[in-house]
């Protein structure tokens, strides 16, 4: 009789166990037939699969896999299929750099920053939007507490954000405003969620769908512990579909395989200037016929977002 394989999802990961969520007719052609209710089913990595060195994670909340049953109800993990992106944190270890997939196959990553209390940290948002460019990730800004300050000076503080093509959203838990907006945005989508503490993101959640906010809180938590929890990873589902993963990891992402000479090409506000420069290694800091300081001179290019540029690429300098 021809084994069964199912395919599923991983939502949950800690001490080497995985949660599989199985997708609803999800089995593959091995022998497998008929449909199957989607059920959660607790895995563990089949031996194969850990054989030979590795530089990277196998496997992390977010895969797509593919599972077999065993008859006491558990599953064993056959194959992890191709990623199509992930949020990776290089971690140093004694014998070389080591890839830590904090999320595989995110679809988004939502930025929640906060209008007022605490102030936008607006250059943390420019690093975060950095590495979503990246990393290949498309970012949405979620510009949370509007209620403090008004929607015009929230649109004051976050606007030039869409004028660059970032979408951004301005939200209130306390007021429930934009959670539809936001709630619309999520549906059927697997999103990273990060951001500063105390903006109100876990409000904000429980706002959109009770009792999600208090799941994100307690994740936070755990994964803000120590190194001991730093494996307890989980996608939260969400009601209409899709699921949103806590990634507070962000604020340690290191701007990792970059040279200070390819940190334009992650700013699109300043990407296209770059042609326009008289020199082709133009730095953008004092070059005559710089293309990116007469945007600056003229209002074109943000000074906020230049002066986040300018720290960044002084930061890589300093590495090498």
């Not at 030979?52 to 049953?69: C, E, F, M, T, W």
């Not at 300043?270 to 293309?291: M, N, Q, W």
Request: proline letters at 6%; a neutral charge; aromatic letters at 6%.
């Amino acid at each position: 009789m021809s084994e069964k394989f199912f395919r599923g999802l991983v939502i949950k990961s800690q001490s080497g166990f995985f949660d599989v969520n199985l997708d609803p007719g999800g089995a593959s052609s091995k022998g497998a037939g008929g449909e199957r209710k989607e059920e959660t089913i607790s895995c563990q990595l089949r031996g194969r699969l850990k054989q030979g060195g590795r530089k990277g994670d196998l496997i992390a909340v977010g895969d797509k896999v593919q599972i077999s049953i065993l008859p006491e109800g558990t599953g064993m993990i056959e194959e992890v299929l191709p990623r199509d992106r992930a949020i990776v944190r290089m971690d140093p270890r004694p014998r070389g750099v080591y890839r830590q997939v904090l999320l595989a196959n995110p679809d988004q990553a939502l930025f929640v920053f906060a209008c007022a209390s605490p102030d936008p940290h607006l250059r943390m948002l420019d690093r975060f939007l950095v590495i979503a460019e990246q990393q290949e990730i498309p970012a949405i800004i979620v510009a949370n507490k509007v209620d403090l300050v008004g929607q015009e000076k929230a649109r004051e503080i976050f606007g030039h954000y869409q004028k660059i093509g970032y979408p951004v959203i301005y939200t209130s838990a306390e007021k429930n405003i934009g959670v539809e907006e936001l709630r619309q945005v999520l549906q059927g989508k697997l999103s990273a969620l990060a951001g500063p503490s105390g903006v109100g993101k876990s409000s904000l959640m429980n706002t959109m769908q009770p009792g999600l906010g208090l799941a994100v809180s307690e994740i936070s938590a755990a994964l803000n512990r120590g190194t001991h929890t730093t494996n307890f990873r989980q996608l939260l589902p969400l009601e209409n579909g899709g699921y949103v993963a806590d990634t507070p990891g962000w604020k340690s992402l290191a701007l990792w395989d970059t040279e200070p000479e390819e940190l334009d090409g992650y700013f699109p506000d300043i990407a296209p200037l770059v042609a326009r420069c008289r020199f082709s290694d133009c730095t953008h800091v004092h070059e005559p016929g710089c293309a990116v300081l007469e945007a600056l001179k003229s209002g074109e290019l943000h000074r906020e977002r230049f002066n986040s540029f300018e720290r960044m690429r002084d930061g890589l300098e300093n590495e090498r």
